[in-house]
């Protein structure tokens, strides 16, 4: 769920991240996070990295179903919210 103020993860474990916090999103594969490590080889999804303040990032696959993702739709989402 995405709020005004932050983005709310409930799975396995619940996850707060403040949207003031957020530095940098990007939505593709990358050097820690590769199109090899994915089942599909990133045929039809791509992950959605988020990076902190403090220099960490997370990296999130939103409504995975072995197949696809909503990462697309929540990125725009997140650039509309930070623009």
Aim: glycine share 6%; net charge negative; no cysteine.
């Amino acid at each position: 769920m995405i709020t005004d103020d932050a983005i709310i993860i409930d799975g396995d474990r619940e996850l707060l991240i403040a949207l003031f916090e957020i530095t940098q999103i990007y939505h593709g594969f990358d050097e820690v996070f590769t199109a090899a490590s994915a089942k599909n080889f990133g045929l039809s999804w791509q992950p959605l990295r988020i990076t902190f303040s403090n220099g960490s990032s997370v990296y999130l696959l939103i409504d995975y179903n072995y197949l696809t993702t909503a990462n697309a739709h929540f990125f725009s989402l997140l650039q509309q919210l930070l623009g």
